[in-house]
């Protein structure tokens, strides 16, 4: 079974980049062909940050295109997101998940990431 | 692309039904079979509980139903028991090839 595990950060100080790495495990991340990122603010709902196809292409939240890239590797089964220019706006529980169909099963457990100085 | 409109919560007793209702667009749910439904615990990861409108992946109840008429999708669960009580999130394919949630409700087991 698929297995995700989003790691990195839990501070980052606003104006920097967040970066996040989703491990995939029980699986090859080449066997699926899209996966995605998600975030979470405390106390609201989800948001889709992006997505990636493993051939090249990439799709993103119009609200954040300008500051998000997602980038695989494909060698260490993971994949990983960046945001530029983070403000406390950027603070949530990031989530990677696989993509299936035009939904997503199998979901990481989730990292907070704070942006304070 | 705005959030999809979805009742901030919803009750019901155990044994009884709930419909949660997600509303949208051409652009989104009406245009496509494209909505899923996730459930959300407090503090855990959304779990897929619905997808293309009607379809259950494995090892979810039937209890859980969708269905959708224009630019509204519905989750109905039926036989409400206590460890339904979470929050429900729906989501949506756009036609620009992007996601879409909705603001979410919480369901309470009275």
């Known amino acids: 079974q698929v297995q995700l595990q989003e790691s990195g950060p839990g501070l980052v100080e606003p104006s920097g980049t967040l970066s996040l790495t989703c491990d995939v495990s029980?699986?090859?991340?080449?066997?699926?062909?899209?996966w995605s990122w998600f975030r979470q603010p405390p106390g609201k709902g989800l948001e889709w940050i992006g997505q990636m196809y493993l051939r090249g292409d990439s799709n993103y939240n119009p609200s954040l295109k300008s500051r998000v890239t997602i980038s695989v590797d494909k060698p260490k089964n993971q994949f990983s997101l960046k945001v530029n220019s983070v403000t406390d706006a950027d603070t949530a529980v990031y989530y990677c998940?696989?993509?299936?169909?035009?939904?997503?099963?199998?979901w990481g457990q989730g990292v907070l990431v704070t942006v304070s100085s | 692309q705005s959030a999809l409109t979805q009742p901030r919560s919803v009750s019901g007793s155990p044994g009884q039904s709930v419909t949660i209702s997600c509303t949208g667009t051409?652009?989104?749910?009406?245009?496509?079979?494209?909505v899923s439904w996730f459930q959300q615990h407090p503090g855990k990861a959304p779990e897929l509980i619905l997808y293309?409108?009607?379809r259950r992946p494995s090892g979810v109840p039937d209890r859980f139903s969708g269905s959708k008429s224009g630019n509204t999708a519905s989750l109905t669960i039926s036989g409400l028991l206590p460890e339904d009580e979470a929050d429900y999130y729906c989501c949506s394919h756009t036609g620009s090839n992007t996601y879409v949630f909705g603001s979410g409700t919480q369901v309470t087991v009275l």
């Open positions: 029980g699986g090859s991340i080449s066997s699926y062909d899209w």
């Open positions: 293309d409108v009607t």
């Open positions: 051409s652009s989104d749910v009406g245009g496509y079979d494209r």
């Open positions: 998940a696989r993509n299936f169909g035009f939904s997503f099963d199998y």
